[in-house]
C-alpha cells in the first residue's frame, strides 16, 4: 500500500461520510436525475426548439441548445425535489437507517466511479512523470480501478455511439424509459 492508495481510500471515505448525510433517495434520485435529464433533453429538444420557434425569432441553434438546457434541469430538479422529500420523510417511514446505509454504498460507488475515470485518464497520461506512474501502477487500488474504468467507458460507448456501415455515429434517438 502506497501513498496513491492512502489518498484513493481517503476520498472513498469522504463519498461515503457524504453519501451518510445526503442519504440514499437524495443520493440515487440526483443521479437518475442526472441521467434521466440528459436522455430526455437528447430526446425532446429538438420537438422544444421547434415549439419555441413560435413564439421567439432566434437562432434555432440557441433554441435546441437552450431547450436541451431547460429539458435537462426540470427533470433534474423533479428528481431532486423527491429525493428531498423522500429523504426529509425518512423518519416517519422508520427508513432512517436505511436511508443512509444506502447513502454510503451509492456515494462510495460513485465516488469510485469517479476516481476510476481520474485514474483511468491519469495512468495514461504522457504528462506524468515516470516516477509518479510507478507509483500508480503499483497502486493496489489502481488495477480493480482501471478495470471498472475500461468497463464504463465501454458501455458509454455502446450507449452513446451506434455502428452503421462501418462508421461510427451518434444515436440520435435515446430509447425511451
Known amino acids: 500500500m502506497n501513498l496513491i492508495d492512502l489518498i484513493l481510500f481517503v476520498l472513498l471515505l469522504l463519498f461515503g461520510v457524504r453519501g451518510y448525510f445526503k442519504g440514499f433517495f437524495r443520493e440515487t434520485l ?22 419555441g420557434e413560435e413564439f421567439w425569432k432566434v437562432s434555432p441553434f440557441i433554441l435546441k441548445g437552450a431547450s436541451f438546457v431547460a429539458i435537462f434541469f ?32 451509492i456515494a462510495i460507488i ?14 495514461s497520461a504522457s504528462w506524468i512523470p515516470p516516477s509518479v506512474k510507478e507509483k500508480i501502477i503499483a497502486s493496489f487500488f489502481v488495477p480493480p480501478l482501471s478495470r471498472f474504468a475500461e468497463g464504463l467507458i465501454r458501455i458509454g460507448k455502446e450507449r452513446i455511439f451506434a455502428k452503421e456501415d462501418g462508421r461510427v455515429q451518434v444515436l440520435r434517438e435515446i430509447p425511451h424509459l
Open 110 to 123: 460513485k465516488g469510485a466511479a469517479v476516481m476510476a475515470l481520474i485514474v483511468f485518464s491519469m495512468s
Open 30 to 51: 440526483s443521479l437518475a436525475g442526472l441521467i434521466v435529464g440528459f436522455m430526455a433533453a437528447m430526446r425532446y429538444n429538438q420537438t422544444v426548439a421547434a415549439l
Open 74 to 105: 426540470v427533470v433534474y430538479f423533479l428528481f431532486s425535489l423527491v429525493g428531498w422529500l423522500l429523504h426529509h420523510s425518512e423518519k416517519f417511514l422508520f427508513l432512517q437507517t436505511l436511508n443512509r446505509a444506502g447513502g454510503i454504498a
